[in-house]
């Protein structure tokens, strides 16, 4: 193991609040535990050269903004609110979130914003406007600290807001106008240490181990025994990465197939396969795939 001085280490930004348990478990599968230190905000991570701190997902943006971060999980909605200037390495989809603008529906005519001078609430101040800007509205910002779908109708006409459901807003008598934009937790690196060799080497091995995990999580290995005259025929239905194994089976009585499928496809895939001639097929998970 490389023991490298502190200043030498990847600085990584690890999310606090709803992204956390998402991003956790990301990494616990890649095979990178974390271990809290006693406050909790500085955990020690068993992958060499990084050196970590948990951060809330905004805070994270700005860090890598100004290079104080060198690699971070964040939400994309927080990094084009804060125009952050970062390189997105690998989209999750966790968290998936849309941006959207949504009003009482008392005052909304034929399901659009009147013309007539309004107030819109958001915690997303640079989102919001450049939202007003584009519709054409004749409208005032007001910033939100949370629970903007309270807003509305005393204090606001309109709010934009994060929504995974919608159901927040629908509880609250809101009607979606308009969807602004859609955002997922994702990690990102700063461009200063992309431009380290040695930094984007490690951020490199933790992007590998990452996507090794997401892809893992959209296929499943599965195993099929077939006689000589309908291998062809059973490889046909197997969707898999590149091509299957196949094995010869004891006393050349067959071959056993593996491949792996994607998960969606399995409802379609078995059948197939028994229609080929496959027997006992076996399907198991997979906890990492690095092409």
Not at 229 to 250: A, F, Y
Request: glycine share 8%.
């Amino acid at each position: 193991m490389t023991v490298l001085d502190r200043n030498g280490q990847v600085r990584l930004g690890l999310p606090t609040g709803r992204m956390k348990a998402g991003v956790n478990a990301l990494l616990a599968e890649s095979g990178i535990h974390l271990k809290l230190s006693d406050r909790g905000y500085r955990p020690q991570m068993d992958l060499p050269g990084f050196q970590v701190k948990v951060l809330k997902p905004q805070s994270i943006v700005e860090m890598l903004h100004l290079g104080s971060r060198d690699v971070g999980f964040a939400g994309a909605d927080w990094v084009s609110e804060l125009k952050a200037d970062l390189v997105e390495l690998v989209d999750t989809e966790l968290d998936p979130v849309k941006i959207v603008a949504a009003a009482p529906d008392a005052l909304l005519q034929e399901g659009r914003l009147p013309a007539k001078p309004l107030v819109v609430a958001s915690e997303y101040e640079t989102i919001t406007r450049e939202w007003i800007a584009r519709s054409g509205l004749d409208a005032t910002f007001i910033r939100a600290y949370g629970a903007t779908e309270v807003f509305p109708p005393e204090d606001a006409d309109c709010i934009v807001d994060n929504t995974a459901t919608g159901s927040t807003l629908r509880a609250n008598n809101l009607t979606i106008i308009d969807v602004i934009a859609r955002s997922s937790t994702r990690l990102y690196a700063s461009p200063r240490a992309m431009r380290d060799s040695s930094k984007r080497e490690r951020i490199g091995h933790l992007v590998m181990l990452v996507e090794s995990v997401l892809a893992a999580r959209e296929r499943v290995m599965v195993e099929v025994n077939v006689d000589s005259q309908s291998l062809d025929g059973v490889i046909r239905t197997l969707p898999c990465m590149r091509e299957p194994t196949v094995s010869p089976l004891r006393g050349d009585s067959g071959f056993a197939v593996k491949a792996a499928v994607p998960r969606d496809q399995l409802p379609s895939i078995i059948p197939q396969i028994k229609a080929a001639g496959g027997t006992d097929v076996i399907v198991t998970g997979l906890s990492q795939i690095v092409p």
